[in-house]
């Protein structure tokens, strides 16, 4: 299993000589913005409600912690930005601006590099899409969630529709690439309903939407709803016959989907969650976030003041860095692969690990479920089929031999 030794001491040098894990070298940048107005109540993400944030202060602390992260993980140009959280969109634009700037100079932006912020689509947040364009960000995601203000006010929005609707459309003219969320299978959802707001979702022309069906997180308010039987999640035969029909929609109107809940143009998938589902390196800086680097995880404290004061007692927020195990490493490589309809590369997965390729999968297991129509496979690739897709919790349980988990 992996070591729980506290590496944060340690240099540079002394923390490769701990893996023998080969990166992809692809550099990628996450920056979390832990606020937002008000807590969603299907949200399990960590986003925190305070009644004021010293801007100032936070920039400083973002940027000591960013030049820490750097220290360690210099020497690849970036060639992704990703500002989650959280409501980023919160963030003043001369703070975002502020935080490209330094990261330019850390580590270098490709000439292409893919700049995303995550959006609130309230016409207060739209007002500032124009500064932030001109701060660096090129792509902004939308979080429009539901195009109907009976759905919107069931999912803790703040905004209506007609105000989302006003916010995609400077959005559109303001970016260069456009995505925005919807959360469908949502209680009491027809596939009428579904269909209607699906197609009304793509006449908009974007070049990228992510379609999440609705899963009810433990710890959330609607965890608690649906506990106390204030409402009923939809029947799962009728969520997957939703799901089946976002596939058909999308890949008719050129927006296949690339990743089990997302969908795009040729071209215009994320480029900074490829990063993540092809298990490349990337460095996470703010309140809780994750980052991967050379066969070390990093873990950033959750809570925003906790976070604070790491940094200002050790010039880091970090609170954990350890060594993944190979068994970790390539279960986890699996685990985010398989989401892409690309699928994973046994063989590179195999080079990267140390792990034979034949070891890294159950092969009686990926042939029962290759002759059902679940998994498809060819030559050192495999990948779920769509009918594979909304059942992969259960594919990955049993493609991941227990050995690979155990070790």
């Known amino acids: ?134 701060a660096g960000v090129n792509r902004v995601s939308l979080g429009l969630q539901a195009m109907d203000d009976e759905t919107l006010h069931f999912l803790g929005r703040l905004h209506d529709a007609r105000e989302g609707l006003s916010a995609l459309e400077v959005a559109q003219k303001a970016f260069e690439r456009v995505s925005f969320d919807l959360i469908y299978a949502r209680a009491g959802q027809s596939a009428a309903d579904w269909q209607a707001e699906l197609s009304r979702a793509l006449s908009f022309g974007t070049e990228h939407l992510s379609l999440y069906q609705l899963t009810i997180e433990p710890g959330t308010k609607f965890a608690t709803m649906v506990r106390q039987g204030q409402f009923t999640p939809l029947d799962d035969d009728e969520a997957a016959d939703l799901f089946a029909m976002t596939q058909e929609m999308t890949c008719a109107a050129g927006l296949p989907a690339y990743e089990i809940s997302n969908h795009a143009k040729s071209g215009a998938e994320s480029r900074h969650n490829l990063t993540y589902w092809r298990y490349q390196d990337y460095v996470g800086i703010g309140p809780g976030a994750h980052g991967r680097r050379g066969g070390l995880a990093t873990l950033r404290h959750k809570k925003p003041e906790n976070w604070l004061a790491a940094v200002d007692a050790r010039g880091s927020g970090c609170q954990e860095e350890r060594v993944l195990s190979t068994g970790e490493l390539a279960s986890e490589a699996l685990l985010m692969g398989l989401r892409l309809a690309e699928g994973v590369d046994l063989a590179t997965l195999a080079s990267r690990t140390g792990i034979a390729a034949e070891a890294l999968v159950d092969a009686s297991e990926a042939n029962k479920l290759e002759q059902l129509g679940l998994v498809w496979r060819h030559g050192e690739h495999i990948g779920a089929t769509p009918a594979g897709m909304p059942l992969l919790d259960a594919l990955l349980a049993r493609l991941v031999p227990d050995a690979l988990v155990e070790a």
Not at 93 to 117: K, N, S
């Open 1 to 134: 299993m992996a070591g729980k030794l506290d590496l944060r001491h340690l240099t540079k040098a002394e923390r490769l000589k701990l893996t023998h894990y080969k990166p992809i070298m692809a550099r990628a940048l996450y920056i979390h913005w832990p606020f937002c107005l008000a807590k969603c109540p299907y949200c399990d993400f960590n986003s925190h409600v305070r009644e004021r944030v010293d801007v100032a202060r936070w920039q400083e602390a973002l940027l000591v912690d960013m030049r820490a992260e750097a220290d360690l993980a210099s020497g690849e140009t970036l060639t992704s930005v990703f500002f989650g959280g959280g409501t980023p969109s919160l963030m003043p634009p001369a703070l975002v601006a502020r935080l490209l700037e330094e990261a330019q100079a850390l580590w270098g932006f490709a000439p292409d590099i893919e700049i995303t912020l995550e959006a609130n689509p309230s016409s207060v947040e739209a007002a500032n899409f124009a500064e932030l364009a001109s």
